[in-house]
Nanobody, 120 residues
Framework: QVRMVESGGGLVQAGGSLRLSCAAS????????MGWFRQAPGKEREFVAA????????RYADSVKGRFTISRDNANDTVYLQMNNLKPEDTAVYYC?????????????WGPGTQVTVSS
């Protein structure tokens, strides 16, 4: 059974930075990589970023390009999301899961999420 556990969320002022981590209990080769999504209250879960298992390919939502960076540590099956220049609209619960696309239904093994709150 693959399990994902996110960490690193918290409260930060606008313009600040946070680094999220997602530790996978084991790698699943049924999916091409790992990705991050976020969900704000009253909104649908939206794609943020994804990375292949090799780390050679990444993809980002337009809203975070240039501010967020996804990376991975294959030795520890951990994926990171470095978030810089945070904005209040980045406030959401952030989730990681196995997959590599922009679509939530292409992903599996969702973690419980970590809260990110950006104050103005």
């Amino acid at each position: 059974q693959v399990r994902m556990v996110e960490s690193g969320g918290g409260l930060v002022q606008a313009g600040g930075s946070l680094r999220l981590s997602c530790a996978a209990s084991t790698r699943t080769f049924s999916y091409d990589g790992m990705g991050w999504f976020r969900q704000a209250p009253g909104k649908e879960r939206e794609f943020v970023a994804a990375i292949t298992w090799s780390g050679r390919s990444t993809r980002y939502a337009d809203s975070v390009k240039g501010r967020f960076t996804i990376s991975r540590d294959n030795a520890n099956d951990t994926v990171y999301l470095q978030m810089n220049n945070l904005k209040p609209e980045d406030t959401a619960v952030y989730y990681c899961a196995a997959g590599y696309s922009d679509y939530v239904f292409d992903y599996a093994y969702w973690g419980p999420g970590t809260q990110v709150t950006v104050s103005s």
